[in-house]
């Protein structure tokens, strides 16, 4: 039964003996109300005010909001193709636990679009004879696949995801996205030799710097050996990386964003 807006309610033709009302609304706590009905007998309940229901709050800790976060991060392509998961575009993010780290590493090293464009390098290295040691057909194919590929997991997961853990470094790019074109354009090229560590200050990017160089010189495990890397190139290699990074931050800046449908409108950051 419902009542009326006054709260008023009655039922008709019910057997003599027990009954029980249960009272309820939404927002109050229920309440019940037991008497006996005798035969003939027009029973009238007593008022009956309901009290406001103890207000259930749900709190989310930090690991849960950088889970969604992480989430978020992996549905981000650019022109809803290319992975753009090493961004965040939401201000003052949480800091990313050792699982999302890695979640990000493993993400983007499976990711369909990964292979293919493993597959592209490789094969304008099989065209250009590039790594020659490895030879043509099939099998040179299939080297140079692997090596690229190598280089893609080991420098992932090397400069993204455990080193980023142990020194305690987020890995992602934080988009600034106000300011004069000349402080985003700033902004964006320290970060490629900076970044915030997980107690939210910025700090230098030890993890992308040593992982560059770490992944350099496991490469020289399985590249031929008439084209393995010495030491002087392998720096040589990373400060041209560094160069690269600075390229790609400004091109997240100022372009990536609009190209990227799965962006979740947020305020811009305030760095």
């Known amino acids: 039964m419902t009542s009326s807006e006054s709260g ?20 109050f706590k229920t309440q019940a109300y ?18 406001l229901a103890t207000e ?8 849960q909001i950088a889970e969604e976060q992480v989430k978020q991060e992996e549905k981000q392509r650019v022109l809803g193709v290319i992975p753009n998961f090493y961004v965040s575009y939401i201000p003052n993010p949480v800091p990313l636990a050792p699982k999302q780290k890695f979640e990000l590493a493993w993400r983007t090293s499976i990711d369909p679009v990964t292979f293919v464009l493993t597959g592209g390098i490789a094969g304008v290295q099989q065209a250009e004879n590039d790594f020659s040691g490895y030879g043509q057909g099939a099998q040179g194919y299939g080297k140079r696949y692997g090596a690229n590929y190598a280089d893609v997991v080991i420098g992932t997961f090397v400069g993204s ?11 992602r790019y934080f988009y600034k996205g106000t300011g004069s074109v000349r402080s985003r354009a700033l902004y964006a090229i320290a970060q490629a030799v900076i970044c915030k560590g997980d107690n939210g200050h910025w700090q230098p990017n030890y993890s992308g ?6 992944a350099g010189g496991i490469s020289n495990l399985y590249y031929p050996a008439s084209d393995r890397n010495g030491a002087a190139l392998t720096f040589e290699n990373t400060a041209i990386g560094i160069g690269e990074s600075a390229a790609a931050n400004l091109f997240q800046e100022f372009v990536i964003r609009k190209l990227t449908p799965s962006v979740t409108k947020h305020p811009p950051a305030t760095p």
């Open 209 to 214: 710097v040593l992982g560059s160089l770490a």
């Open 8 to 27: 008023q309610f009655f039922f008709a033709n019910i057997a003599p003996g027990l009954f029980q009302l249960t009272i309820a609304a939404t927002g």
């Open 56 to 63: 259930t709050t749900q709190v989310r800790v930090g690991p």
């Open 34 to 51: 037991s008497g006996t009905l005798h035969a003939g007998e027009n029973s009238a309940v007593p008022q009956i005010a309901l009290a």
């Open 161 to 171: 995801a455990i080193l980023p853990s142990l020194l305690k470094q987020d890995p």
